[in-house]
């Protein structure tokens, strides 16, 4: 059986609380011997600058770069607000993004049956829902040049963002899209703005042309950034997969994830190039939420959004589909018998502790196991 080298980074506030959980998680699968995880342990954000004055150290980075994945916590808190800018806790989380090469983030937008109250839109709409939001993210307008504000000296100042995305960046990320939706419903949504963005022109083209080439067998559809927001709000169970660029995947991810509920719910993967001689991709997995620093160190947060980014490793980084689906399982079961953390609670359900909660979702899934 393969060993595979998982680094954890908890981090700082409840990133520490809800990795405790997926410990648990871990040390039970290799107990079982139902796969091989060895594990090491990091510092990064405003644990990694108490002990460094640096938001993740290089002799850290060696490590993540040595791993097979990433499992991230959460970063930040008030104490760091005045620390210097290059040492902030948000920037070791950008370091490892960056030096790792990880173009593209998966937001999965998954509406349990138990929680569909939960979102603002009617349960008709949201029941059942199970969406990927593949966002392209080390490119587009965030990164591109210039970017500057200049004195006009007039009174007024210019502000440019500069919009900017290469083929290959476009060809990489569709095919991450067309991938993943092989392995779900076959259907990848393409979202940019080419009635108004020579960038979303192009986006368009090349998607058009990987698809052609490489994906005759999955359905393809275009929409405009704009109206594909509305239709997701509209009637969300359209889509499977959708993929867009760094702006409108910033936004389209947020808004597909507030249809499911709470933060404390929402997993994330961020995966790099396939390395052509091991054939690994580097990658890293991490709840969609902050640090929760009102509630960090009162057993109060929510662990799923932890378990579930550990699942979606045990799925995108380990071909351990089989054990992802039940861990995913064992999430729902354990809402569907109505354990809530206080983030999620509603009348008629019982509050649980993030330990009481990792540990209902680990007895789940022995007895999934038998
Ligand atoms: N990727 C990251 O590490 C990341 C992401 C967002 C924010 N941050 C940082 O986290 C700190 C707090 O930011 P914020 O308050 O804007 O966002 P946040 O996500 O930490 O919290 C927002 C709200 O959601 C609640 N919440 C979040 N996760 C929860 C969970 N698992 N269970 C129950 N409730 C949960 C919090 O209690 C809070 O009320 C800031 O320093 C911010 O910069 C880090």
Redesign the pocket.
């Known amino acids: 059986m393969a060993t595979h080298k998982l680094l954890l980074l908890p981090?700082?506030?409840?990133?520490p609380e809800?990795m405790g959980e997926v410990k648990c998680l871990i040390g039970w699968i290799n107990a079982q011997g139902i796969a091989r995880f060895e594990t090491e342990e990091g510092l990064v954000?405003g644990a990694a600058y108490e002990a460094s004055k640096q938001s993740i150290t290089d002799s850290t980075m060696s490590q993540a770069k040595a791993a097979d994945a990433v499992i991230?916590?959460?970063?930040?808190?008030?104490k760091?607000d005045s620390v210097p800018y290059e040492a902030r806790?948000?920037a070791g989380?950008l370091r490892l993004r960056k030096d790792l090469g990880l173009f593209a983030n998966l937001r999965p937008a998954v509406c349990y049956p138990a929680l569909a109250e939960a979102s603002s839109l009617k349960r008709q709409v949201v029941e059942g829902l199970d969406i990927m939001i593949v966002r392209e993210l080390t490119g587009g307008v965030y990164f591109g040049e210039p970017k500057t504000i200049t004195d006009l000296g007039n009174g007024q100042k210019r502000a440019i963002d500069t919009q900017v995305y290469d083929t290959y960046e476009i060809e990489r990320i569709a095919r991450v899209a067309f991938d993943l939706a092989k392995k779900r419903r076959n259907k990848v949504t393409s979202m940019e703005k080419r009635n108004v963005m020579k960038s979303g022109v192009l986006w368009n083209e090349v998607v058009t042309q990987v698809h052609n080439r490489e994906y005759k067998d999955v359905q393809l559809e275009h929409q405009l950034a704009d109206s594909g927001g509305m239709n997701l709000v509209k009637s969300p169970k359209q889509f499977d997969v959708i993929v867009t660029d760094n702006l409108f995947g910033d936004m389209l991810s947020d808004i597909a994830a507030m249809l499911t509920g709470?933060?404390?719910m929402l997993p994330s993967a961020s995966l790099g190039e396939i390395d052509a001689k091991t054939k690994k991709r580097k990658s890293l997995f991490?709840?969609?939420?902050?640090?929760?620093?009102?509630?960090a160190g009162q057993g109060?947060?929510?662990?799923?959004?932890?378990i579930a980014s550990f699942a979606m490793a045990l799925r995108y980084s380990f071909e351990l589909g089989a054990l992802a689906d039940k861990v995913e399982a064992a999430i729902a079961a354990v809402l569907a018998k109505g354990m809530r953390?206080?983030?999620?609670k509603s009348a008629g359900t019982t509050a649980v502790s993030?330990s009481q909660m990792g540990e209902a979702i680990l007895k789940e899934l022995q007895a999934l196991y038998g």
Do not use: Y
């Open positions: 981090g700082d506030g409840i990133g809800v954000g991230f916590g959460a970063v930040g808190g008030s760091w806790p948000e989380l709470s933060l404390g991490e709840p969609v939420h902050g640090s929760a620093p009102d509630i109060l947060a929510n662990p799923i959004a932890m953390t206080a983030d999620i993030t």
